[in-house]
């Protein structure tokens, strides 16, 4: 069996050269997932900071075939090179959609709803930076209560979808939580959908450096809070079963949990938000958990 670190040895799938922004964990979770997946994947890309920082055609960082293609039609492009593999008889290249969160929770989701009901074979990875990052990071559909964004300069009002769990309604062969400052969960996640047919889904939490206003070299450490404070539940579901995964399943206590305030110190956007916004995030957090927890009560 190939290991983790025989897998983040293997030869780099990103070239150096890029436009991603310093910090930037969208591209680190890129460099992953093409080495988790090996050399043998077509990508659909719409437009999102991925379509920016891998530079145009013919000097794109990506090493594998990519598809360019229009905000909503992550999951259906990537529908269409699917069924022409199958056409072809080619079962061995690996279909992957790498859309952001706006793309995907937004503009997106009614073509992501299609393809994971038709159970097309694809494996469909949300990189969320919890907004539209690239054209100036509005909010989306995933921002998190009071977060700041250049729409929302008092903080988000109101909560997020949680398109995974909108993705696990869909009775899929797998859907999973990962974030870019746990590679080894990530990796072990995207290579266990690589081996199933149909709809894979990973929602992967992307700190944007830039929109969240932290320092970049803290891009790890704000992923690492996100999961220790219980902001970010890491779960997958294999045929519908939600089980956390063992990152998370200690944060099931809430006593275990380090305060939200850790997290939200370093981040910019929550800068003089208000103690009520702070509070609503806390209670939107604590309510994902008690959702969560029970649907992995559930066995089928
Ligand atoms: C139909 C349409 N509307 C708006 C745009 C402009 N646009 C390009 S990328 C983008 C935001 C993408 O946000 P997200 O999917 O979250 O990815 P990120 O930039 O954060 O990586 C927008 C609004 C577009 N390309 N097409």
């Known amino acids: 069996m190939v290991t983790t670190k025989e897998i983040l040895s293997s030869p780099e799938p990103i070239l150096p050269g890029h436009a991603a922004c310093a910090g930037c964990s969208s591209s680190l979770g890129l ?26 055609y013919p000097k794109s ?3 594998v075939p990519v598809l360019n293609i229009a905000f909503a039609a992550a999951a259906s492009s990537a529908s269409g090179v699917s069924a022409a593999l199958e056409a072809k008889g080619k079962t061995d290249t690996t279909v992957l959609a790498w859309a952001g969160d706006g793309g995907s929770v937004d503009i997106g989701l009614a073509t992501i709803s299609g393809a994971a009901e038709r159970n097309d074979n694809m494996i469909y ?12 990071v509005q909010k989306s559909g995933a921002t998190p209560p009071g977060a700041r964004t250049t729409t929302t300069p008092f903080g988000r009002i109101g909560s997020p979808k949680n398109i995974a769990l909108i993705m696990w309604t869909h009775h899929l062969p797998y859907v999973a939580t990962a974030c870019t400052s746990y590679p080894r969960d990530f990796i072990g996640k995207l290579r266990k959908a690589q081996q199933m047919k149909g709809f894979k889904f990973i929602y992967l939490l992307a700190p944007c450096a830039v929109g969240w206003r932290f320092p970049a070299e ?13 902001a970010h539940i890491l779960w997958e579901a294999v045929d519908g079963d939600i089980e956390l995964s063992p990152l998370s399943k200690k944060y099931r206590d809430p006593a275990k949990r380090k305060p939200l305030e850790e997290y939200l110190k370093y981040q910019g956007r929550y800068k003089g938000i208000s103690k009520e916004l702070v509070e609503a995030y806390q209670k939107y957090i604590d309510y994902q958990w008690s959702i969560i927890t029970s649907l992995a009560d559930i066995k089928k």
């Open 61 to 63: 960082a990506i090493t």
């Open 218 to 230: 803290k891009t790890i450490e704000v992923g690492k809070l996100a999961v220790e404070t219980g």
């Open 125 to 136: 990875v949300t990189y969320s930076n919890e907004s539209y990052s690239n054209t100036g």
């Open 31 to 56: 460099r992953y997932a093409l080495k988790a997946l090996g050399e043998n994947v077509i990508m659909t890309i719409p437009a999102c900071c991925t379509s920016v920082w891998q530079g145009p």
